[in-house]
């Protein structure tokens, strides 16, 4: 992988006695606090989240809260995780192309941030507009920068809910009412100029709309 971690400005403990109220703490000071910067010779993206949902899998303690387990989401502090439609085939126009943030600093320890809803240089993006034009500028091994830094508008209020439509199929069994219970997506309300936004989830489970007053 060639993406270069650059200026990381959110900082991250794992020193956690409890790890769902860790996670839960670093993903809303996230939401609240930071946008990521993108950016290479040719591009620059200026990312703004309203919606994440946080992943988290600990090898060693046998802690899933739902992480894929791949290796580009662990040790991996600061790099993008893209999730493709298909294993088989990496395409760049998918309405199911995703990506992720990612915070783990750790070996055996998969922990991201999956980037639902942005504000990419001031314009809206669903979760597959902001992979597919990452991936159609980068390629998802290409030579960008990424930066984590504090931003001025910050949001007021940012709420914790469930994540929608998961585990997906296949899940364990035993698992599934667990995963589906925890409440680890996060969702800007109102950021500090007044701007409003409403989850309102559509088919592709990726809307959040401006509240119109």
Same mark, same amino acid.
């Given at each position: ?11 991250? $403990?794992? &020193?956690?006695?409890?790890?769902? $109220? ?8 996230? !939401? ?5 910067? !993108?950016? #290479? ?10 919606? !994440?949902?946080?992943?988290? *899998? ?8 739902? $992480?894929?387990? +791949? ?9 993008? *995780? ?23 600093? +750790? ?35 290409? &030579? *960008? ?11 007021? $209020? ?6 929608? #439509? ?6 364990? @069994?035993?698992?599934?009412?667990? /995963?589906?219970?925890? @409440?680890?997506?996060?969702?800007? &309300? ?17 809307? /959040? ?5």
């Amino acid at each position: 992988m060639s993406n270069n971690s650059g200026k990381m400005e959110l900082k991250v $403990s794992y &020193d956690w006695k409890d790890p769902m $109220s860790g996670i839960q703490e670093t993903a809303k000071d996230f !939401v609240k606090n930071y946008e990521i910067h !993108v950016h #290479n010779e040719s591009h620059d993206f200026v990312i703004v989240p309203l919606w !994440v949902e946080a992943y988290y *899998y600990d090898e060693d303690k046998r802690i899933d809260y739902g $992480s894929d387990g +791949k290796v580009r989401q662990e040790n991996n502090f600061g790099g993008l *995780y893209f999730r493709f439609t298909s294993k088989e085939k990496e395409t760049y126009s998918s309405n199911y192309n995703r990506v992720d943030l990612c915070l783990s600093d +750790k070996d055996k320890i998969h922990f991201s941030l999956l980037l639902k809803s942005t504000l990419v240089n001031g314009k809206y993006k669903t979760q597959s507009q902001l992979a597919n034009d990452l991936l159609n500028a980068f390629g998802p091994d290409g &030579d *960008y920068t990424v930066e984590v830094v504090k931003r001025e508008n910050r949001a007021a $209020s940012v709420k914790t809910e469930k994540r929608i #439509n998961f585990p997906p199929k296949g899940h364990p @069994e035993e698992e599934r009412e667990k /995963l589906a219970n925890m @409440e680890l997506a996060f969702t800007v &309300d109102r950021f500090t100029d007044n701007t409003e936004f409403c989850l309102e989830p559509d088919k592709e489970h990726t809307k /959040l709309t401006k509240k119109i007053k």
